[in-house]
């Protein structure tokens, strides 16, 4: 469900499925405790289909602890997602590098 | 009644008991269902059984019509049996675990047979005993207590067959073991009394155990079973050890006495001449015993050598055999009378059965010596045939029965006359030291049992209060923890057990359980209490977050120039989403609606500050933008936990249905156009959610109502509506929803979009809060600018 790979103090995590009430929990806690010494963290949106506002929530509380210790972006952030980003205005908290 | 009538009754009962086996036979041939591996084994043994009936009833009928009662007897032991084996079958078949499904009842059948069989045994052993009925009776429990073992015995033969087969169980091997033997001694030892109280054992047995299965009773049998064979063996041991003793001392005493009277008779020199004189001449002699002659000394006669008797005259030779004889003959009775003998006889064998004697210490009817007349066992008794056998000195016991073929009887032999002839001096032991010393004995082994199954009795009331008063009192004690459910009457209960053993230690886990089950009962109570209370809270939260939003519609009855409908929907008891609408002053009313990050109890409480924010911050006047610019600023003053909304934001112009709105990051609205079709708002500039990033701008927008035009105002709940299989509802489906509204109600507009959704989530689980809102203008509409 949560692949991580870990390379130095860059920290890549790979969530799969959608990320909504239900599943956002899920994805806190699988972070909790990981970001320990994390400069860089990616979150590859890869197998993200969907993201609700508590998945955002979400985002933001990491970006928020992100924001102390070094920086955080999204890949792979497929169009629906980016229209949600978009309409919330996202942009201006989070980075987002599709390329 | 003659032994004769009684027989062929016993005959004619066997003979039932074999029909009622013929019958068994043939229902479980005939019977419809599939034959089973019981039903095979059933059938396989019948056969054999009943073929061994039929030939065995075949060979004894010569034997029964010629009356011959003794050997009759000893055929129907064999053919009695039968019904024996019989009963045995059916504790085979019909274990108690079995059920026997042919509507004939083998254990009742059964008990006729095994009654008469019973009745008939114990009237021939009382007719032909030669001992009084009370000791025929006593005998008789002797062999009551063997019949019981052989009972249980049996029992348990027919279980252990079965239970080998399924299942290994420890607990009937050992019956097994003693059933073997048990069956064994039946078969080869048992008398006729034994076989018929064993077949009635057998058949209570049975019953007894269908009927209680009771632990025991079980235990009671294997306990029964081990004491029984116990004392048995120990009894036989000791009756066997101690009666071959006295047979021995008896034998040897009255040897003593046959070796007197052979040396007495070997002193005479001419002993080998005389017995050849003796034999050929016995009517002469006896001639010459009745006339009274002279008799020569006793020490003249011993000289007399075979040579000299050879020389004599024909008369010398009488005189002297004569002389010889009634000397010999008065030796003869004087040991016979001095040591008070059963038997003193010298005779001559010929073969095995028959002979001629020569002395003998008891007369002829007649008064006269026995000498030269002859013997036959069959002519003259049973005991005869014993001297003609070479048993010299051998006596048996036999299992507790006296047989009336006893070897009791011995002799000595002679040394060879001229002729060659062996005579022998035969005694035999007195029965009626014998039977007062059998009784004796069997009075001691009867007492020796009877302790023994004192002590049998003895070991299962210690294994009732050791092991199933205490099981029992816990099954109690379960059963009403049941009904009552007090962990407390368990344990002032099970304290009752004291043992320190397993079943205390079982006792006292138990008693430790239950009280566990009532802390874990109390705990279970405590949850439910407070889920039940947080439920109640969650309501009144809910309650609270309903009356916090307008919810009276119409809600302005004195303004024509709208009508407003709004509804909110939360997936949860309480939600995140919200929507207002209030007049800022008579002219303006401001509506919005707001989505706030997650559902439940925080999403709520966040929504309630959200909503007062815009609510206090809107009296004080402003354009939407200034209005969420400012709650933005003071939401992100203090919001670690990163909670944002969505909201869009409007305050209409009544009188020239001109919106001014602001947007921070929610789902665009959709208004109708000249077409009457709503359509997305094209032109919304929108600002980042309230509370996402601190000193955020927002700014206006302008939007126009014509008269009789709507604007809708919804949540993401709404186009991301699920179906069973997944797929959001989706905006351009809930555009096309909302076409046509024919100058409806804003709440008919509502519902109907409600309705759809329904329809299309069918059963799948909503996550998402639900709001919408709509507006219809009724106002006049600014004809040019």
Not at chain 2, 111 to 140: E, H, K, M, N, Q
Request: charged share 25%; with cysteine; proline share 4%.
């Amino acid at each position: 469900m949560l692949q991580k790979i870990k390379d130095n103090d860059i920290l890549t995590v790979k969530p799969e499925g959608a990320l909504d009430t239900l599943t956002s929990p899920e994805f806190t806690a699988g972070m909790e405790g990981e970001l320990d010494g994390i400069k860089t963290l990616i979150l590859d949106f890869e197998k993200v289909p969907y993201i609700s506002s508590a998945g955002v929530r979400a985002i933001l509380l990491l970006q928020q602890t992100m924001d102390n210790q070094g920086s955080m972006k999204l890949v792979h952030v497929n169009e629906d997602i980016m229209e949600l980003f978009d309409t919330i205005g996202f942009f201006n908290v989070v980075t987002v590098d599709n390329d | 009644m003659t032994a004769k009538e009684i027989v062929s009754i016993s005959f004619i009962m066997n003979s039932i008991s074999v029909l009622i086996m013929l019958g068994l036979f043939i229902s479980v041939v005939l019977k419809k269902e599939k034959k089973n591996k019981k039903d095979r084994i059933f059938l396989a043994v019948t056969v054999s059984v009943l073929i061994y009936a039929l030939l065995d009833t075949a060979v004894s009928i010569p034997d029964f019509t010629t009356g011959s009662i003794q050997l009759t007897i000893q055929t129907e032991r064999l053919i009695g049996f039968i019904p024996h084996f019989a009963c045995f079958l059916m504790a085979l078949y019909m274990r108690p675990d079995g059920e026997d499904n042919r509507g004939l009842k083998p254990s009742r059948l059964i008990t006729v047979p095994v009654i008469a069989d019973f009745v008939l045994t114990a009237t021939l052993i009382v007719i032909y005993s030669d001992r009084s009925f009370i000791s025929a009776a006593g005998s008789g429990v002797i062999t009551a207590i063997n019949i019981l073992s052989y009972a249980i015995a049996y029992y348990y033969v027919g279980i252990c067959l079965f239970e080998v087969w399924k299942t290994d169980r420890v607990l009937f091997l050992l019956p097994t073991f003693f059933a073997c033997l048990a069956v064994y001694f039946t078969i080869f030892m048992g008398g006729p009394l034994s076989k018929a109280l064993l077949m009635s054992g057998a058949v209570v047995y049975i019953y007894v155990s269908r009927k209680f299965r009771s632990l025991i009773i079980r235990i009671g049998g294997i306990v029964l079973v081990m004491f029984i064979f116990i004392t048995l063996v120990m009894g036989n041991e000791i009756t066997s050890a101690a009666f071959t003793s006295y047979l021995v001392t008896l034998h040897d005493r009255n040897d003593e006495h046959l070796r007197e009277t052979e040396d007495y008779i070997e002193s005479f020199a001419a002993l080998p001449w005389l017995v050849d004189y003796w034999e050929d001449n016995p009517e002469k002699i006896k001639e010459r015993l009745l006339a009274d002659t002279k008799i020569p000394s006793e020490q003249e006669l011993f000289k007399i050598g075979v040579d000299e008797a050879e020389e004599m005259s024909k008369e010398e030779q009488l005189d002297f055999a004569a002389a010889c004889y009634k000397s010999i003959d008065g030796f003869f009775v004087w040991q016979f009378e001095l040591h008070d003998l059963d038997d003193l006889f010298l005779i001559i064998p010929y073969d095995e059965y028959d002979g001629t004697v020569l002395f003998d210490a008891k007369r002829s009817p007649d008064g006269s010596v026995k000498l030269g007349s002859d013997f036959d066992v069959f002519e003259e008794s049973f005991e005869w045939s014993n001297y003609a056998r070479e048993t010299e000195g051998r006596m048996h016991w036999t299992w507790g029965t006296y047989k009336e073929s006893d070897d009791f009887g011995f002799y000595r032999q002679m040394p060879p006359s001229r002729r060659g002839r062996v005579a022998r001096l035969c005694t035999s032991l007195k029965r009626s030291d014998i039977y007062e010393h059998m009784d004796f004995i069997s009075t001691f082994r009867l007492t020796a049992m009877t302790y023994l199954i004192l002590v049998a009795v003895a070991v299962l009331i210690i294994l009732y209060r050791m092991i199933l008063r205490p099981l029992l009192l816990m099954r109690e004690t379960m059963r009403r923890y049941h009904h009552d459910k007090d962990p407390d009457k368990v344990s002032s209960d099970m304290e009752r057990i004291t043992q320190k053993d397993e079943i205390g230690s079982f006792a006292s886990e138990f008693s430790l359980l239950t009280g566990e089950m009532r802390r874990y009962t109390q705990e279970v109570e405590l949850l439910a209490t407070d889920k039940e209370r947080v439920a109640s809270e969650l309501r009144m939260a809910a309650d609270i977050q309903n009356k916090a939003l307008p919810s009276k519609f119409p809600a302005f009855i004195d303004k024509p120039e709208f009508d407003i409908y709004a509804s909110m929907n939360p997936a949860k008891e309480v939600g995140g989403d919200f929507y207002d609408f209030f007049l800022t002053d008579e002219k303006h009313l401001a509506f919005l609606i707001a989505d706030v990050s997650d559902k439940g109890i925080p999403a709520a409480l966040f929504m309630m500050s959200v909503k007062n924010l815009i609510d206090y911050r809107a009296q004080k006047g402003g354009t939407p933008a200034d209005i969420l610019t400012s709650v933005n600023d003071q939401i992100c003053r203090n919001n670690e936990s990163k909670m944002f909304a969505t909201v869009w934001m409007g305050i209409l112009d009544l009188d020239t249905g001109i919106v001014i709105c602001a947007n921070a990051g929610h789902e665009r609205p959709a208004i109708t156009n000249s077409n009457e079709e709503f359509e997305l708002i094209e032109k919304d500039k929108h600002g980042p959610a309230v509370g996402m990033i601190p000193g955020a701008k927002y700014s206006d927008y302008e939007i126009r109502l014509h008269h009789k035009g709507y604007i809708f105002l919804y949540t993401d709940g709404v186009i991301e509506a699920k179906d069973p299989k997944g797929e959001f509802y989706g905006a351009d489906n809930m555009l096309l929803n909302l076409s046509d509204p024919e100058d409806a109600s804003p709440k008919w507009i509502i519902d109907t979009l409600y309705d759809s959704i329904d329809s299309y989530v069918q059963d799948a689980k909503r996550f998402d809060d639900m709001t919408m809102l709509c507006l219809k203008y009724l106002g006049e509409e600014e004809s040019t600018q």
